[in-house]
């Protein structure tokens, strides 16, 4: 194991003097050979498990890539309650042998003064940098060694603070406003294929917008990513990983993903960390371009996903890394041995107040990249440093990333960073930026490491192409969620996250939470803080509805929510403008009009208010259907795609101060279209002799009423129910070749006929049968089968009784006639033994009959009036028709 120290503290207490002899000192290890020049950059992470009753560990991790000498992560480790007070501290170094360390912190579920922590929401947080042996020798000498360890730890190069929750026991659940998720992406990309849904219906959530889940960072062998799963641990050399762009795209959207941005070292093109003299400048600038192609490409061929191809630019040591997009050139600074310049336009080098003012006149945007509190974004000798153009083209920042050199492609990683404190200082420099998350991935596992996503909303109907998907950037409809199946909305009168409006009077906000996996909220945090104070970002409330009234000036609030299983979701903030004065307590006045020209029904709103109108919306069946911001305020709806039956809008007006009203409902029928398709229908046959059973299916765009069953051109029988069955009696049939053909009919009267389908019968014609002892009562009576016209039996004493069973159908007609010796009486009897019939002469010839009113038994009876005889036998003659 690495050399390491550990201290633990009870917070608010410190040792006194500790003996020299228990810090750290130099070790001898030798100095790595550097393959990033210019690009050593610290990874940090600590593990914290959120769900427990008490006791349970936190995993600190390192990776070190670029390190040009033995080095030494200094770290504090807090815990921390609700609040932010400090409960209990841990403090060390931690050799990074091969560029990375590790280190376990045992927890026993108590605080500093040994207190068990009582049931309820606390935090983790992380402090660690990097020093040099060397610097740790000299630095740590001198006074109290905790006072000597913190002011060591404030000076490190590289300083992380992370920050992450943990509940101790069971946590109640938070309330949060009703909210139907909006539709997503990937409900979106399931439109036909062949062609992209560039008109997709409107949202049928409370908002008219689509999610589109993604990854905004992430580089390939264009620079020092593409490594194969495998053998990837760290950053590859340039341009040496197995896989490139094209690779990225199709593994993101086999993924699942919505969209992948491949961000590339600006200053990798020449194939080197540092710069190449013999670097050819064609093959760079053809490079950047074939990638952007790479990109065009395949959005074209995958509806439904969005390849994005861009520059990570600048490097870490004593700069920051931002991606930039939209840019079709290449920027830089470099220059090969002939003076050529290995980038289409000059950028220098950590001049970042240079670099916005291009971009906004280049027309592209930005994201911060996992950013540091200090040391990075250099702007007048100002860490994170604001420029107006910097606020306007910098529409991004990451809070919370998985590890960039993480090889897991089941969602699972657990090493994550966050940077939530460089996003809270962009804020307050003045910055309008959203919070992403992302997983600058360097291993071929684009997007898949975590469920992490930065999540972009896009107007429903709109295309999902570069232009608008930049355009949501530019407008700052962005969330970030660690949970790829949740969704966070921040609304406040009546805005939208990312806006910035005036407001007089009260703001009252509205956190909007929806998960399709079941989980819930347990906590939720309103932060506000000051554009341009370049002060401290402060928690406003920790309720899903907070209402406040500004001071007069400006001002920002965002969201954080954290599910049960302590995952997270940051919204973009609002920006508010706030005005003195009065309150604008007067809301907008509005009605609704309507006007149809054939299936389309154009819906008109006039709003009026005291102040102004700042948006109308419209309303169908209850559901959000799309939402104006200025007049006309007209809306048309295609009724083709709307049900049958009667529908109704209404059309809501909100003021700056979030003041609204609605119109009253204008109702309209949607008629259902004439039909005229007829069925589609298919015969089977069962069985080829006896009672053959006639099968149908039938299908209809509206829906099948009626099946006939045709047998050798005459109907044969029907169904009005499914199954489409018909029961056949094939001994009517002669024995041979016969042919079936269905008709179906819909309500319409429209009917679909299906092909002849071939069946042969095959009877044993039985026209004879004797009677069989012993058959004296109903139950025990001899069965007749079907073509049996004679039955023969006798009387063997005055006493005897001779039953036989006929079945019959609905409407058949049983006859029966009788010869024979003496005095014999022929009867006709149900199951019960009621008599149908009766014939009674003075001989033995007889005759009966009966006519069926529903399927039923019949059954023969034959007694013995007087005489018997064992050898003269009766006949029996039968008929069914």
């Known amino acids: 194991m690495p050399p390491q120290r550990l201290f633990s503290l009870p917070a608010g207490r410190f040792l006194r003097a500790l003996p020299v002899a228990l810090l750290p000192v130099a070790l001898a290890m030798a100095a790595p050979v550097n393959p990033l020049p210019d690009h050593t950059e610290l990874e940090a992470h600590v593990v914290v498990p959120y769900a427990g009753s008490g006791a349970r560990s936190f995993d600190i991790q390192w990776q070190y890539p670029g390190a040009k000498t033995a080095s030494l992560a200094i770290w504090k480790l807090e815990l921390l309650s609700d609040s932010g007070q400090v409960l209990r501290q841990w403090r060390g170094t931690q050799a990074l042998s091969q560029i990375a360390g590790r280190k376990t912190v045992a927890w026993d579920g108590r605080d500093g003064r040994g207190q068990t922590l009582p049931r309820g929401h606390y935090q983790v947080r992380l402090k660690t940098g990097v020093v040099s042996e060397a610097q740790w020798a000299v630095q740590s000498a001198g006074t109290a060694a905790i006072s000597r360890f913190d002011q060591v730890l404030a000076k490190a190069d590289d300083l992380h603070e992370h920050v992450w929750p943990m509940a101790v026991g069971a946590v109640s659940k938070v309330a949060t406003p009703a909210f139907q998720a909006m539709p997503t992406g990937r409900q979106g990309a399931s439109a036909p294929s062949g062609r992209m849904s560039a008109l997709m219906a409107p949202a049928t959530g409370n908002l008219p917008y689509t999610v589109y889940y993604g990854n905004l960072h992430s580089q390939t062998n264009d620079s020092d990513g593409g490594g194969a799963i495998g053998s990837c641990t760290s950053s590859q050399s340039p341009q040496t990983g197995a896989y490139g762009p094209s690779a990225a795209f199709a593994y993101a959207k086999q993924g699942g993903l919505d969209f992948l941005l491949t961000s590339e070292h600006n200053h990798m093109y020449d194939a080197s960390s540092g710069t190449n003299a013999s670097a050819s400048r064609s093959t760079a600038l053809a490079r950047y371009q074939s990638g952007l192609q790479a990109a065009q490409q395949y959005s074209a061929s995958q509806p439904g996903f969005l390849a994005l191809y861009g520059m990570e630019w600048g490097v870490i040591s004593n700069g920051g890394h931002l991606n930039i997009l939209g840019s079709n050139e290449l920027w830089g600074w470099e220059s090969n041995g002939q003076n050529e310049l290995l980038a289409d336009r000059l950028t220098a080098k950590n001049d970042y107040a240079a670099l916005y003012t291009t971009m906004k006149a280049q027309g592209a945007v930005g994201q911060f990249n996992h950013p540091d509190t200090s040391g990075q974004f250099i702007v007048n000798g100002q860490a994170l440093g604001y420029t107006a153009d910097g606020e306007e083209v910098m529409v991004l920042s990451e809070v919370m990333n998985t590890s960039a050199f993480s090889s897991n492609t089941t969602e699972t990683e657990t090493s994550m960073s966050r940077f939530e404190a460089a996003f809270n200082i962009l804020l307050e420099r003045g910055f309008r930026v959203a919070p992403s998350t992302n997983q600058d991935n360097h291993c071929a596992n684009w997007g898949l490491s975590s469920t992490n996503r930065t999540a972009v909303l896009l107007p429903s109907g709109a295309a999902y192409n570069a232009a608008n998907f930049l355009s949501a950037l530019k407008a700052r409809r962005v969330f970030a969620t660690m949970d790829k199946n949740s969704q966070a909305v921040l609304q406040a009168n009546g805005h939208l996250m990312g806006e910035r409006f005036a407001n007089t009077g009260a703001l009252s906000m509205s956190v909007l939470f929806a998960n399709s996996a079941g989980r819930s909220v347990s906590k939720v945090e309103v932060f506000e803080g000051v554009p341009g104070r370049n002060g401290t970002v402060t928690l406003l409330g920790t309720s899903a509805q907070q209402t406040v009234t500004p001071a007069t000036g400006r001002h920002f609030y965002y969201a954080r929510v954290t599910q049960d299983d302590g995952k997270q979701l940051w919204t973009a903030p609002v920006w508010v403008d706030q005005q003195a004065g009065q309150a604008d307590t007067t809301p907008p006045q509005v009605a609704l009009g309507s006007s149809t020209s ?35 305020y007209s809306q048309g709806v295609d009724t083709g795609t709307l049900t049958a039956g009667s529908h109704s809008m209404v059309a809501k007006a909100f003021d700056a101060a979030g003041n609204q009203a609605s ?80 008709k179906a009919f819909d309500a319409a009267g429209n009917v679909g006929t ?71 009486d022929l009867y006709l009897v149900n199951a019960s033994g009621t008599q149908l019939a009766a014939s009674e002469n003075s001989n033995s010839t007889e005759s009966v009959s009966y006519k069926a009113a529903s399927a039923t038994t019949v059954y023969i009876k034959v007694i013995s009036y007087s005489g018997s005889s064992t050898t003269q036998v009766y006949t029996l003659t039968l008929s069914v028709k």
């Open 663 to 742: 119109s009253s409902p204008v109702s309209f029928t949607v008629a259902a279209p004439a039909d005229t398709q007829a069925p589609v229908a298919s015969g089977t046959v069962s069985g080829t002799s006896g009672t053959v059973t006639l099968s149908a299916t039938a299908t209809d765009n509206v829906g099948v009423t009626k099946v006939e069953f045709w047998v050798d051109g005459a109907l044969s029988g029907s169904a009005t129910a499914s199954p489409w069955q018909w029961a056949l009696d094939s001994t009517k049939l002669t024995n041979g070749s016969h042919s079936l053909v269905v």
């Open 598 to 632: 054939g299936s389309l029904v154009t819906f008109t709103a006039t709003a009026s208010d005291n102040v102004g109108v700042a948006r109308v919306e419209f309303w169908l069946d209850g559901v959000q259907y799309s939402s104006l911001t200025a007049a006309p």
């Open 754 to 824: 299906s092909g002849a389908v071939g069946f042969t019968v095959s009877n044993t014609t039985t026209v004879f049968m004797s009677e069989k002892e012993s058959n004296g009562t109903v139950a025990s009576a001899n069965g007749v089968s079907a073509g049996i016209t004679k039955i023969t039996g006798t009387m063997g004493s005055r006493t005897d009784k001779d039953f036989f069973a006929v079945p019959l159908k609905a409407g058949q007609t049983l006859s029966v006639s009788m010869t024979g010796p003496n005095d014999y």
